[in-house]
């Protein structure tokens, strides 16, 4: 839970009611705004598996575990700003600050893709 008590993904209710539930795995995000949330979230909350479980398999070769943790711990997540969605892609700009504390906005334009009822994030270009 972060100060305010709401959710990393800046939703206005709690991280239990948000973007948790997608992450315990008690609930499938609905959409691929909800899934991209949810992976910002999990990356405030260091939940590597998480993010490499909704990375597409066709894609998952290209990411470690390891990778993924060390990228999520090294920065302080801060906040995430949509920029647009459609039912296939999300632009967003994520904030934070890096490991030497210097302000930094990870800018993406990502693409997803639904298989058996579950959203993955398959790929995205960023500056
Ligand atoms: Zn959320």
Redesign the pocket.
């Given at each position: 839970m972060n100060n305010s008590g709401l959710?990393?993904?800046g939703?206005t209710i709690s991280?239990q009611d948000?973007?948790q539930k997608y992450i315990a795995g008690t609930e499938k995000a609905p959409t691929a705004l909800a899934l991209m949330?949810?992976r910002y979230?999990a990356y405030a909350t260091h939940q590597a598996d998480y993010l490499l479980n909704t990375t597409h398999n066709s894609q998952r070769k290209y990411y470690s575990r390891e990778e993924i943790l060390q990228w999520a711990t090294a920065n302080q997540w801060q906040k995430l700003e949509i920029i647009s969605a459609t039912e296939y892609t999300v632009e967003f700009k994520a904030y934070f600050l890096d490991g030497n504390k210097q302000s930094q906005i990870h800018h993406e334009f990502s693409t997803f893709k639904k298989e058996n009822g579950n959203w993955f994030y398959v790929d995205g270009k960023f500056e």
């Open positions: 959710c990393f993904c939703s991280f948000c973007c949330k949810s979230s």
